[in-house]
Every structure is written in structure tokens, then in C-alpha cells.
């Protein structure tokens, strides 16, 4: 039936071959994987795609060959990165295997998931040029940095790690320890520039009005309110950033949106520098830390490795004492039990050292 359905040039019978493809690549058998490798070249991209997606679920390593040399010749995007994904259910032991179509932000993620799982050292330049860019996207260059935290440090992680842990987000108004404000305009910001395009052009006042109550609205929720802005500032900055970035139309708002999450790439660091077993780099972070959120991540990666007891609790202690958030409560509740916690049993992997859980925060996607 499926292969009848393949070759019918009738176009309104395309509708049907997805779900055909999802029972049928139930069936056992290596009839159908070919059926499916075949749907591969199909003219229609979601038959494609649907055929890529079934050969994903069946993990067929005979069909990997077929799937790397579909993938070289994909044109269409969404098809292109279902490929991508499906070669590494089906078995991918090396970066070479997703070696086409480097720089697009789809396969280049897929990239470095299979860079992370396979370790592979020949990938070192490629994962350090990703991480390091900060036009990438941002979920992209995370990928980047995890799988650099699997490999030896010198080799990748000591040529991201000072280029990351520079970076700053463009907005400065969040003083909250959970970076609630980060989380709030990260949400909104398509809807904004929706809201920007369609009312408020030209009318700050008029965009301020808003999303004021949006973003007062998310505060109400927060356990502890220090160091948030007003709603109206927060609105007020988001406006002026759409503005500066040419208007709704323009291509620096997915700029705006990555930088926002530099922070999210400097906690990604911090853990790949424990995976790599380098607690006296986190250390020096931990000094270097802006904004108590990072210090807090630094912390907690911290509790990870089995150096513990009062000697390191004094030393950490030295080197937050001329922070500005030396006094937080959280980063003191932390040092205190680095401080009491027994040492681990030295040899320990410090990955699979628990770390103890932080006070409750507002629920972020930034913590």
C-alpha cells in the first residue's frame, strides 16, 4: 500500500502518505526502511519530512549510509534538519556524518548534540567557532558549550570560556536574583513586536500602557521582589530596544533576543567547567560574577566536586567579600553549607555529586 501511495503522481493522495508511513514503519522488516529511504526522494517536503521522522523511531544503522546521503542533498530546511536528527537516532559516530550544510542554526544543533555524544576531538574548532559567535543563536552556542565540556579543557572549553563569560545582557535594569525580568521580556518580546507593528509605532506612551501590567503582573507572583524595576521601565526599555532595532521588521531583534540570554550560555560554562573537572575556573567566575544569578550557578556547580569543609568555605568567602551581592542571603546559605557539608569521598566523579537544592525562586526559565 505504501509503496502504491509513493509512486501515485496524484497530489491530492500526498495528504495520506504521512500517517500511511507512521503505521506501516511499525512493521518489522528491512522492505521497510527501503519503502521509507525511498520516500526520502519524494517530491513533496512533508512526505519527506514524515518519512525522515519514521526512520528516526526505527534506529535502522543499515539505513545510516542512505540517510547521510539524502541529507547532503536535501535543499528544503525543515527536511534538512529532520534528516539531521534522524541520522543521529539511526546511529551517527562522528561530526562528519552531518559534515553538509554547516551554519545553519537547525543542523548546527544537531551537530553538537552528536559532537557531545560522540566526544569527537576533530570537532574542536568547529564547536569553538559556535560557541563563540555572538550573532548565533543562542540555543545553538549552548549546544556549543555543553559539548565542549566533554572534551579535554585545554582542547576547546579554555578558548570559549573568557569570550562567553564577557559577554553582558543588554539589559541592565534586573537586579532580582532569579533574573525574573530576563524570563518576562524574553516571553513577550514576539508579542510585543507584534503589538509594536500593529498599535504602537511612534506611541511609547501608548506601548508603555501596555505591557506595564504584564509586567507588574509577573511580580506579583515573586516570593522576593528586591531588585525588580517598575513595570513601566521594563516596558519602557523593551520599546526603546525595538526601536534601536530597527523596528519590528528588523533583523537585530534576533540579536536582542540571543543577548538576552547571555546568561544562560555563562551558567552553561560554569557547568562545563565542572564536567571538565576545573573548580578552580568556577572559582574565578565565581569572583568575576556581575549579577548574584551567576554567582548562585557558580555555587551550585561548586557543591558538585567533593572539596568541601570550613578551609574552603573561608576561602570562597574571600573571594566574594567585595562583591556587591557579598551579603545576598542565598550566596551566604550556600557558602555556609559548603562550609559544614563533610568532604566527599576523594575519587568522587564530579558530575555525580548532588548539589544541594537553592531556596524556592520565581518560577524562570532562567534558573
Request: one cysteine or more.
Amino acid at each position: 500500500m505504501l509503496e502504491e501511495a509513493l509512486a501515485s503522481e496524484d497530489d491530492k493522495g500526498v495528504v495520506l502518505l504521512p500517517p500511511i508511513m507512521a503505521r506501516q514503519g511499525q512493521a518489522p522488516g528491512p522492505n521497510v526502511t527501503t519503502t521509507l529511504l525511498h520516500a526520502l526522494a519524494h517530491r513533496d517536503p512533508w512526505v519527506r519530512v514524515s518519512a525522515a521522522v519514521t526512520l528516526a523511531r526505527r534506529r535502522d544503522r543499515a539505513a545510516l549510509p542512505r540517510l547521510i546521503e539524502r541529507y547532503g542533498q536535501e535543499k528544503e530546511s525543515k527536511a534538512r534538519a529532520t534528516l539531521a536528527a534522524t541520522i543521529l537516532a539511526s546511529g551517527a559516530g562522528s561530526g562528519t556524518d552531518l559534515a553538509a550544510h554547516a551554519g545553519t542554526s537547525a543542523t548546527d544543533l544537531w551537530w553538537c548534540v552528536l559532537a557531545h555524544r560522540t566526544r569527537d576531538l576533530s570537532a574542536v574548532d568547529r564547536l569553538v567557532s559556535i560557541a563563540t559567535d555572538p550573532s548565533g543563536l543562542w540555543t545553538v552556542r549552548r549546544a556549543a558549550i555543553a559539548a565542549a565540556g566533554r572534551l579535554p579543557y585545554e582542547t576547546a572549553l579554555a578558548r570559549i570560556e573568557f569570550s562567553v563569560m564577557a559577554e553582558r545582557s543588554p539589559f541592565t535594569l534586573d537586579h532580582h536574583r532569579s533574573l525574573a525580568v530576563h524570563d518576562a521580556i524574553t516571553t513577550v518580546i514576539p508579542q510585543a513586536i507584534w503589538s509594536f507593528r500593529q498599535f504602537y509605532r511612534g506611541d511609547r506612551a501608548g506601548f508603555i500602557s501596555c505591557f506595564e501590567p504584564y509586567f507588574e503582573g509577573c511580580w506579583k507572583g515573586t516570593l522576593d521582589p528586591t531588585g525588580l524595576p517598575s513595570g513601566a521601565d521594563a516596558a519602557g526599555w523593551l520599546y526603546d530596544a525595538i526601536v534601536r532595532g530597527g523596528g519590528p521588521e528588523g533583523a537585530a531583534l534576533n540579536q536582542l533576543l540571543n543577548s538576552l540570554h547571555a546568561p544562560l550560555l555563562q551558567a552553561a560554562v560554569l557547568r562545563s567547567l565542572r564536567l571538565c573537572g576545573r573548580p578552580d575556573r568556577i572559582d574565578v567566575h565565581l569572583a568575576r560574577a556581575r549579577h548574584v544569578w551567576v554567582a548562585v550557578r557558580a555555587l551550585l556547580e561548586r557543591f558538585k566536586f567533593p572539596e568541601r569543609g570550613p578551609a574552603l568555605g573561608r576561602r570562597l568567602q574571600i573571594v566574594v567579600a567585595e562583591a556587591e551581592w557579598a551579603n545576598d542571603r542565598v550566596v551566604n546559605d550556600l557558602l555556609n553549607k559548603l562550609a559544614t557539608l563533610p568532604v566527599a569521598k576523594m575519587g568522587s566523579d564530579p558530575a555525580a555529586v548532588p548539589a544541594p537544592s537553592p531556596p524556592p525562586f520565581v518560577a524562570s526559565l532562567l534558573t
